[in-house]
């Protein structure tokens, strides 16, 4: 037997762009469930960049306050060492919004926050430890979906079935939505390191011949992220923990004792880095966003902002015919078509840092680096650093809420009413 639940808009995945979906629609006064697999949000090695377009998105919201009483870090420019130097190669102090820096914080405390302000809204409802299971589907249209919850299976309708739940999601594969593979050459094993109150506050990477390594600031520790080429992590392990600590050592710009820090590859994760995107992100009835609709490489730290901006675009194109009752097919590929522009072109991009950078790094041994001319002008004229700044913490085409206000929880403000839901929010039918 499962239980039945109904809603205007169904969300598999509880991650940024499923949560953020979630509660701009129920802002906005839909009806949405949001199915999180997970019993809570912490997972280590997610993406913790917020970048000047989220936060700006936050300000938008008034929500911006609450958010920054988190812990959290700011980052206002990133540096690269190459070889013997190290440049600055991107400055974000200059971007015209309220909050021109990279806010560094751990993502299960950025969902648990959208969670809460999502729950100010009596049509939103977050079900956790519950995991979409396949599509509902009916006269060649998407209706709803399964999920398997901690009391059993669920039966959920719903007007609209979104697939936010990542690069790996069954929701695409259900729909046997077709994948456009870009390939990557390389992927990352993510670890800490203790960070020292003398250490720099700067976020940079390492270029060696043969190695390369971001350090990212975490307050009091270093986030880490070595790259190597694609498939070489058993080849790593191999060598053994104390090699590794030795060539993580030598990037580092303190003490390279530091790397004893790692007892063991227990210690280290490894994300196996994929670029692609989905030929065509929706059929009627489902829309694929953030990961489900295009996994990003780490390279920027782009993919969660990318996610975010996917939620923010279909919310202001979703949000009235949702809950007017007036949702069709041309709504859902107006979001692809706002969406795959700024997609293609940050992909391109990571590829090409992918194939002229990152792997010829990778591939170079005994040579001595030396800065490639576009970061030897970067380190001549400043003013070239807003460049590189604008691309990471703006992107390409940055979302602005327009997605009304219906009703506010407590402290919120207000915006002109635009209709009311037609199905009741998130209600259950007797089980079968």
Known sequence: MSARLTADCAIAGGGPAGMMLGMLLARAGASVLVLEKHADFLRDFRGDTLHPSTLEVMHELDLFEGLQRLPHQKVHQM??????????????????????????MPQWDFLDFLKREGERHSGFRCLMST?????????????????EGPDGPLEIRARLVVGA???????????????EELGAPIDVLWFR???????TEESAGRFDPGRLMVRIYRGDYWQCAYVIPKGAAEAVRARGIEAFRSDVGALLPFEAERAEALASFDDVSLLSV???????????GLLCIGDAAHAMSPVGGVGINLAIQDAVAAANILAGPLTEGSLSG??????????IFPTRLTQAAQVLAHNRLLAPVLAQRGQSLKPPLPVRLLARF??????????????????HVTSPLIRAGSGGGSRPSRGTSGATACSPTPPE
């Open 382 to 399: 400043p003013l070239l650093r807003r460049i590189p700044g604008r691309l990471v913490g703006l992107g390409i085409r940055p979302e």
């Open 193 to 199: 390191l203790p960070r020292k109150p003398e250490d």
């Open 274 to 284: 994929s670029v692609d995107r989905l030929r065509r992100w929706w059929r009627p």
């Open 330 to 339: 041309d709504h859902l590929a107006a979001i692809e078509r706002r969406r």
């Open 131 to 147: 995991r979409a299971t396949g599509l509902i589907n009916e006269g060649g249209s998407v209706v709803g979906v399964t999920a």
């Open 165 to 179: 739940d990542g690069r790996r999601s069954d929701m695409r594969k259900a729909a046997a939505l077709e994948v």
């Open 79 to 104: 540096s690269a060492g190459i070889g013997a130097s190290e440049t600055p190669v991107a400055d974000m102090s200059h971007l015209p919004v309220h909050s021109p820096y990279i806010m560094m």
